[in-house]
């Protein structure tokens, strides 16, 4: 007797995704099954996937981006640490209702940004009620969409009629997630397929990839959190353990204690994850 | 403004109590976040974690317990380890039950347990045939039960009429799990109220109850897996390591290189943080 078809559903291989990336060790900087913060532990990351999955299943059930993100980021927080991976859902929403209507695709992924509106970008606003989130101050003039004023920008978002697209086009060039949205997602779509040429544990090609996607572009959100130069130092350093002329476990315990967090590297190794789940990635 | 309400649903915590059981480390003989086999990975255990979410759902939302039940397993068996949390999901399923009834009370579980009926057995039996679980050979006479029988065992229950909880209070004295059910759950809740009682991150108090667990019983896991006499060694070990007389980190890697495995210990872990959630246990 066969057994009946349990496979994974999209919102399920979301929710994996986010799981395997946090469990990929050494990953210089984050939490990992090794090492974790006082105030942001590994079990902190699992608490808020299994609560994130509700706004993933409306994603992939055909709900608009934006609302189901804002759910997404609800459940998530509903553990003690605060934002654990707030860019890994806003980079997998979107691929996942472009799995959810069809085929995962850049093309598809693509027209579900086009597709976005001044609703979704309301209701990304309101999704920085619930965590706080390290982000940039907004240019000058542009105070009234500063992201941390959450569903008080509303009407500065309607009156200008920005969608969510359209904000992260404005945002690419400071943030790699933004930078994702507004270019077909490249980066995270060519992160899945060397996943799955990849051999061997699912959480070490996970590491595997983070070093490489750190020591090839400098992380956004260090730069952020500290600066350029931090950035940069990070990309060299993660280059230097490539070649070979740095231990991986050391830098990580280094910038661990430096508190340097390379979340957006992080996030991109989640949404490839997704894709390469989504793909029939054997976990 | 209040963020909307995103608590996690019941199926929810039972989810995430078998993520926090696998990951609190050290962990004597079993799958931790430091620890795991070549064929049985720490991936593979969330990736169940998630798959048997949709059968903790129908517990919850009042199916049948062994169809429930059935369900979780088929879900926790679509990755590559086989069995990672059987008989975590076999204790915790009547457990949800009795939380989505109303309160989850011993009684009420006990309730659950006096409910089941006889396609609740040949559910329960159907189980089997999503993994290899090692189980111990039926009694003489008993072999048309032998639950390694599946679904072809289901005549043979039908014709004896014999109910899950009948069949478990069978096994009750060489399956620690069947004796919880046919117990009340005694230990499940008593170790529950101990992990409200500690404090700390949620995965190390997961451990130390592992380990208190291990030392004051024998796994009668690690009895059908090898036998009476390993048993008591690892629960003679674990006293030892309470007494600050043997190192719990040497015991764990020791006990992984000769594949002890104290599952029904970990289960009843798996139980009891499952209680703690949903009496408020934060992470």
């Known amino acids: 007797m066969t057994a009946p078809d349990m496979t994974r559903s999209t919102a399920q291989n979301a929710q994996l995704a986010l799981m395997l990336e946090v469990s990929g060790t050494p990953k210089p900087g984050n939490v990992d099954r090794e090492r974790e913060y006082d105030d942001l532990k590994f079990e902190q990351f ?6 994130a999955f509700d706004g993933l299943s409306l994603a992939a059930d055909g ?10 980021v609800a459940g998530m927080s509903q553990q003690q640490g605060g934002n654990t991976q707030f860019g890994a859902l806003l980079l ?10 069809g085929a995962l695709t850049r093309d ?15 209701n990304f606003y309101r999704a920085f009620e619930h965590v706080d989130v390290a982000v940039n101050d ?3 003039g542009m105070e009234a969409l500063d992201v941390r004023r959450g569903s008080d920008a509303a009407p500065a978002i309607r009156e200008r009629g920005l969608t969510l697209g359209e904000l992260m086009e404005e945002s690419a ?15 995270t779509f060519e992160a ?18 983070f070093l490489a996607l750190l020591a090839s572009e ?3 959100f260090v730069v952020t959190q500290h600066d350029t130069e931090t950035a940069l130092e990070v990309r060299d350093r993660a280059q230097d353990v490539l070649a070979g002329d740095e231990n991986p476990y050391e830098l990580a315990q280094e910038l661990v204690e430096r508190e340097i967090n390379p979340g957006t590297t992080a996030d991109i190794v989640a949404g490839a994850l997704f894709i390469a789940l989504e793909r029939g990635l054997s976990v």
Chains 1, 2 share one sequence.
């Open 108 to 122: 598809n992924a693509e027209a579900v940004v086009t597709d976005t509106t001044v609703e979704d970008a309301v």
């Open 173 to 187: 060039v400071n943030d790699g997630i933004a930078a994702e949205w507004s270019d077909g997602f490249s980066r």
């Open 218 to 220: 400098v992380d956004t």
């Open 46 to 51: 699992l608490a808020g996937a299994v609560g």
């Open 63 to 72: 709900e608009p981006v934006g609302r189901a993100f804002e759910r997404a």
């Open 92 to 101: 997998t929403t979107p691929l996942v209702a472009a799995a959810g209507e």
């Open 192 to 209: 899945a397929t060397g996943l799955q040429e990849s051999d061997g544990a699912v959480s070490n090609r996970a590491s595997a990839l």
């Open 138 to 140: 907004p240019p000058e």
